[in-house]
């Protein structure tokens, strides 16, 4: 007999589906279709060259150690220069504190696993980055969204929603995806002191922070922490979680993260990394090692942020240009998106459909909003189209915005 | 104030701890011990200049697409040719029934995460694979131990445990981890009716099939169980999910493994490695590919077989040398394990303190029986290690069994 697989199911096997957001891009993978809805490096500046050179120095110096099982926690060489690296902007820790993942998304699924219990509150800024919704929602938690404007998470109104008791608060203060937005360093203070205050550890993703494109360089929350907390005798122990990746600065592929921790969350999160895939490939690894020891990424950032930032500017001026005067977005001063917004009332799912028959293609806003609500909003890539298709694409959005916003207003005026 | 870590955690997360098996282990990484601990292959067998030539080709031919974000369940061309190698052990199945994980211990936790509730029975072979357990105890499975012998599983006893109504079966039928026993074809056949009879699927983990040093290849339990339920149109729809892996053909290193089940569970395993890390690293599985397209494995394997050959043989003849009479092994037809047994109360963690003072190490058999028992078993690795180490580490093995036998019975004549 055929098995009845669907009654096998775990309780929180049912509850998943494929989102709406994935059912819509299946549209944008045709090949004539300009699409800004991934969030996709700009693969022109892979350093295929210098990664080529690390594979075979790799394979000839360390392969049998490259091409093994490894510890768990990760390379130690590439930890201790995460290490090295995270001193750079002033935070303190060891390669005790870190952990290598399998990309950052694996990181919040080892957060999830770890903190969260079913019906447990994590506090988020609406709208937030949808991964860490998906990864969360497999360990059933519920979400506390606290409103964000252009300069990230309003934390005036964060009080509030740490006084229901959430597990943790999670934020992207740099940049964000899908926003664009970036967290003002007197909020960050506030930020840090609040979550003090009532005890609530801090879970801060960083992606984007080296892709800035103007205005000063920030301090991260975690400094913020180990600043507000005082000496810590070189061994972070604070209350904040910090992510970070290769994927923006290398290439995403590698499926190359990184986690900053106290040390006995590290701990925790190397036996929940055990269980699940046991360690990150040693071969990437080493050839990531290689590829950065010499300071080469520092080098490679200068490219992809001045390639990154003609392609913002060119989609801001083009916009300027082509949007109708209804439509709002964002000027992001790094990452990788924008934020358009559209009329009250006006559904950015209606408007892609139409875009994708004009071939241009984007992501609707409201899947970023946990609780609802953003459904006049759209995340738009600005990083992975050449500016030429940028030109082009930008120009079908304007025409389609234009036609609907007209077509609205005879539907108005016929009423 | 310091954050209070341990009192944010999840449930699952406070039943966490350090094996035993971990701690007993770090011993064995004084680099003048020699471990059968691990369960490593030889890096003597790792395809280092043909991995290398493969990576060069990808990056000239394929450089911005293998370094780039990939789909959920795996590169196409990598599947397919995974379909076709299935084919031809007669299991008729689509790239859509194949879904690539980030080494066979993912697909073990996707198995978990699908379809695991709390409190949730699992049938097992005693003794099991442990790294299936600590994936499952994740998420709170409880087991029903069946008894193994030389030819796995004992079946006839299987029945009894399928009346409790358990979520699934796992079993390794192939030169098992830990005990390299092989499951008969009569038991085989068996399995499958029995599965199909209540209703339970099987998961079938079979990382070492083509590891086979003497005898005939037997049919796989997801072939056994497709010819039991006839034809299929070429989709696979039936009762199992089989798990290999290129970590024992290739390197483990690069973290490769996949996934053959029917297409409905499929799409939930691509859901649930969507949320849990987005996708296996693009440019392993285009190396992959590309050191496996034209058949390289097929002759490589070839090399595996001797090498580990040469290895077993040697250590089955230094044990029937070196070892006192009381001790008894495995002669397993395959894979990277044998299993010792001791005399009744004689406890091998005891052992492998004494093991390690005269620098060999094992792995105690008890941890890998999840309902208690196997004090006085240990896993016995032949794979890593050159026949010159080999023959060392056993003597020293022999020397130290002779020394507690001997302890032993004077203890007992004094008493």
Redesign the interface.
Known sequence: ??????Y??????RK???SVIRELLKFTEQPDIISFA?G??A?EV?P?KE??EA??TV??EH????????TTEGYKPLREMIARHTGRYSVQVTAENIMI???S??AL?FIG?????RG?YIVVESPTYL?AL??W???GAQYISVRADENGMIVDELEAALRVGP??IYVLPNFQNPSGSTLSLERRRKLVELA?KY?V?IVEDDPYGQLRYEGEHLPSVVYLDSQFRGPNGGHY???VIYLSTFSKLL?????LAWVVA?S??TR?LV??K???????????QFVAYEVAKGGFLDEHVKLIRSTYKERRDTMLEMMEEMFPPEVHWTKPHGGMFLWGILPEGMDAAEVLKVAIERKVAFVPGAAFHPNGGGENTMRINFSFSRPDVIREGITRMGVTLKELLRKDERVTINE
Chains 1, 2 share one sequence.
């Open positions: 007999m055929q098995t009845p697989w669907e096998r199911y775990a309780h929180r096997t998943m589906g494929s991934g996709l490096p693969p892979f295929l990664f080529g594979c075979n394979l000839k392969g049998a150690q490259a091409l093994q099982y490894g993942t399998s990309g998304q694996q699924d696993r770890l903190f969260i219990n447990d991964g998906q990864a929602n497999a360990y597990k943790f003090d005890g550890p122990s604070g209350n290439a995403p592929g590698l499926r106290p006995e969350v925790k036996m929940a055990q269980a699940a895939d046991l360690h990150t490939s040693s071969f990437n």
